[in-house]
């Protein structure tokens, strides 16, 4: 995974140099953002975070801190270790000896990557994206909301994924585009074997969970930028339990508002600042793009009337 030679690779609209080999596409031109991925040393770690103070629970598999420099310091145990510096331009990442490529790149490109570009001045969302008809579709939601699992449905049905589970936006004169994320997706074992989408032994996205991570090829896969047409943002399975029916209700302006602001992706950066980039970046997404709660039975087999209701509302709104 780690050699000598450079790499340029693109992702979220972000070019990415790095001594790493990584699961991503080259980088192609028109990226808004750079971050250098390097290879780092135990002792560079160590030094680091002599004498840090931590904020993760004690006990807890992921760790993190702020340190002294503006640079962030995160781990996730069995996983890899992380310094992302205080610019969001440089991230000095290695790996577990127990994790997989598959899983350490998981981490880096997700959650890692967040914190490089929350620090450069950019908002991502915590969704998953399908294209569907050329536009990009997203899915708002917390952990464990059944984001992956709704995108996977479509999957099946011929539909191209973007993104999985971090969607980055940007907004210009006239249109909002969506950015395609890492070819691959996070899914339950039953889900994956059910949607008949798991090869056979494909990783764990960690020692805790049953998540399988899937590569996923072209046509499978969207690596190019497009426009954000609609954003569904996902009840939680626990009210959704209350109900038998498959429910699209548009959200005014200001309930949209709330909804991407509560959707937004790392929390753990906070400050003024930051807030007001996010009101910002968030008010303008609910004026440009329609967001509607999407409430439904999470039963798999009921799926496909998921994603034809949300296939239904689409061409009724382009009418």
């Not at 020692?207 to 939680?236: F, H, M, N, Q, W």
């Not at 009921?302 to 061409?315: K, M, N, Q, T």
Request: with cysteine; hydrophobic share 40%.
């Amino acid at each position: 995974m780690i050699g000598s030679e450079r790499h340029s690779y693109g992702v979220y609209g972000v070019a990415i140099r790095s001594n790493l080999r990584l699961g991503l596409p080259e980088y192609s031109h028109g990226a808004f953002a750079q971050v250098e991925c390097v290879a780092g040393h135990e002792a560079e770690f160590a030094a680091a975070i002599r004498n840090a103070r931590f904020d993760s629970p004690r006990g807890s598999w992921y760790q993190y801190a702020f340190l002294p420099d503006g640079s962030t310091y995160v781990r996730w145990d069995a996983v890899g270790q992380f310094l992302v510096s205080a610019d969001g331009r440089r991230v000095v990442c290695r790996p577990d000896d127990e994790a997989s490529d598959e899983s350490f790149q998981v981490y880096l490109l997700g959650q890692a990557l967040s914190f490089a570009l929350v620090m450069q001045g950019f908002e991502p969302l915590h969704a998953t994206a399908v294209v569907v008809n050329g536009t990009a579709v997203a899915f708002l939601g917390g952990n464990c909301f059944g984001k992956s699992t709704l995108a996977a449905s479509f999957l099946g049905a011929g539909y191209p994924q973007l993104t999985d589970d971090m969607l980055v936006v940007q907004a210009s004169s006239d249109r909002v585009v969506a950015y395609p994320g890492p070819p691959r997706i996070k899914l339950f074992s039953k889900v994956a074997s059910t949607l008949t989408l798991c090869p056979a032994m494909t990783p764990h996205m960690n020692d805790g969970t049953d998540k399988r991570i899937l590569t996923l090829e072209e046509p499978s896969s969207c690596a190019s930028t497009v426009e954000l047409r609609a954003i569904y943002s996902l009840v939680s399975p626990r009210d959704a339990c209350r109900t038998t029916d498959v429910r699209l209700e548009p959200l005014s302006r200001r309930e949209a508002f709330v909804a991407l602001v509560k959707a937004t992706f790392n929390r753990r950066i906070v400050g003024q600042d930051r807030m007001v980039r996010q009101f910002s970046a968030m008010a303008t997404l609910a004026e440009r793009v329609p967001v509607k709660t999407l409430s439904y039975p999470r039963v798999l087999d009921r799926l496909p009337d998921v994603r034809a209701a949300v296939l239904a509302d689409l061409e009724q709104t382009s009418n």
